[in-house]
Every structure is written in structure tokens, then in C-alpha cells.
Nanobody, 119 residues
Framework: QVQLVESGGGLVQAGGSLRLSCAASGGTFNSYAMGWFRQAPGKEREFVAVIDTDGSGTRYAAPVKGRFTISRDDAKKAAFLQMNSLKPEDTAVYYC????????????WGQGTQVTVSS
């Protein structure tokens, strides 16, 4: 079992940057693919990015490619999402999630952190 806690959200102007962190406890961190999702007001939760168990492979949703970077630090049991060139449409609650099956199904979720991008 894994517990996940996100942090680093906040209010930023368009064009700015934020770095989200996801702290994990319990389980074996390096056995899980780690993903980020987001949910904007009135919209369904959507996939943002995922990094595989050894950090060698990543995937990104089209709207964030070239702007966001996912990473992980197994020694710290943490995952990160560096968000650059933020746009108002990036405004959402961002969730960290852990997957035991290479990102097909996510088994554990954090409580989310709010990211608001103003114009």
C-alpha cells in the first residue's frame, strides 16, 4: 500500500512556472510507475504525464508536451512535475498517482493540489 501527498501548487501568472512534488510512503516506490493527472472545474479528470518504474520512459498528454517534465527520485521516494510556460487552461487540481501495471491502471492517488494560472 502506498500513500501519496502532493504539494507545490499555487497561483501563478501565465507564462510562469511551478514545480509540483509528490511524496510517497509505504510500499516499494521503485516498483510503481508514477503519473500526474488533472481535473479542471466542470471537466473530467485527464491524464497529464507518466514515468515508468526505472525512469527511462515518459509519456505526456499533447497539451503539455514541450512545457511539462515529469521526473522521479527513488531515494527520496518522490515524483515531480515541472510545469513551464503555464497557460490559463492549465488551471486544475493536479493529482499524483501510482501504478503497479505500467500506467494502465492507477492503484493509489493523492488528495490533489490546486494550480491556478491567471491571465
Amino acid at each position: 500500500q502506498v500513500q501519496l501527498v502532493e504539494s507545490g501548487g499555487g497561483l501563478v501568472q501565465a507564462g510562469g512556472s511551478l514545480r509540483l512534488s509528490c511524496a510517497a510512503s509505504g510500499g516499494t516506490f521503485n516498483s510503481y510507475a508514477m503519473g500526474w493527472f488533472r481535473q479542471a472545474p466542470g471537466k473530467e479528470r485527464e491524464f497529464v504525464a507518466v514515468i515508468d518504474t526505472d525512469g527511462s520512459g515518459t509519456r505526456y498528454a499533447a497539451p503539455v508536451k514541450g512545457r511539462f517534465t515529469i521526473s522521479r527520485d527513488d531515494a527520496k521516494k518522490a515524483a515531480f512535475l515541472q510545469m513551464n510556460s503555464l497557460k490559463p487552461e492549465d488551471t486544475a487540481v493536479y493529482y499524483c498517482a501510482a501504478s503497479r501495471d505500467s500506467g494502465r491502471i492507477y492503484d493509489y492517488w493523492g488528495q490533489g493540489t490546486q494550480v491556478t494560472v491567471s491571465s
